[in-house]
């Protein structure tokens, strides 16, 4: 296996990153994370131009994009295979200990890990944590995911495959690494962006896709959705069969099917 570390290709067990980076001592960096199909990465531009959002939020300078590209192509060429996880890590770089950051200039990792389809359902779970949507980071893709490793650690103890947030005002958020749709009355419905969400790259194309509603949700609305479904970069659409000790028989149903259907076309329009 082969990966991008500052500037060029190396094997994985040479590749070296200082223990005194920032993204490793206090979680300051940004990350993307890519389905790659065959070698060819889906939405590049638009996780790109998400990279950048999240470092300006930081403090990062911008990420220098064509390099980026060169290395996901560099790295996607010399790892093929036919379903893969490509993973672009941008950090604060070589800094002193503590918050203060340096002034050695940001490191950029770009990985592939191979990876399979996702099932057509899955179970998730409520966890009693909150999103903060006044937070600094809300809305950025950073690598402080301590909390989401937490959480998601709590799912598979119960069999399940993510959990869901709600935010501190009670309103149903994300996932630890996805977004959520629900289906109210025959209408399609996700948490606003204001609700403290990731701006998911699947999110926005289902939106876009499916005319979903942006729709302020209580937590409790997963207990009378007709229908519930998960969207991200891996898992694309996928229906919910279960949410705590509510099982939804039929999953995937009639919208959400529509919806998956929807998002394989247009996606291989891409």
Known sequence: M???????????????????????????GVFETLKAVDGRPFALDLHLDRLTRSARGLGLPDPDLDEVRRACAAVLEANPMALGRLRIT?????????????DAGPTLVVALGETRHRPDTTAVITVPWTRNERSALAGLKTTSYAENVVALARAHEQGASEALFANTVGQLCEGTGSNVFVVLDGQLHTPPLASGCLAGITRALTVEW???????????????????????????????HRVDGRELPGAPGPVTAKAMRIFAERAAQM
């Open 90 to 102: 941008y950090t604060g770089g070589l800094s002193p200990l503590g918050s203060d950051r340096g």
């Open 210 to 240: 499916t005319g979903a509603q942006e729709t302020d949700l209580p937590l409790d609305v997963l207990q009378q959705a007709d229908e519930i479904f998960l969207t991200s970069t891996l898992r694309d659409v996928q229906a919910v």
């Open 2 to 28: 082969k990966l991008w570390v500052d500037g060029g290709l190396h094997d994985a067990e040479a590749a070296r990153v200082s223990v005194l980076d920032h993204g490793l001592t206090v979680g300051d």
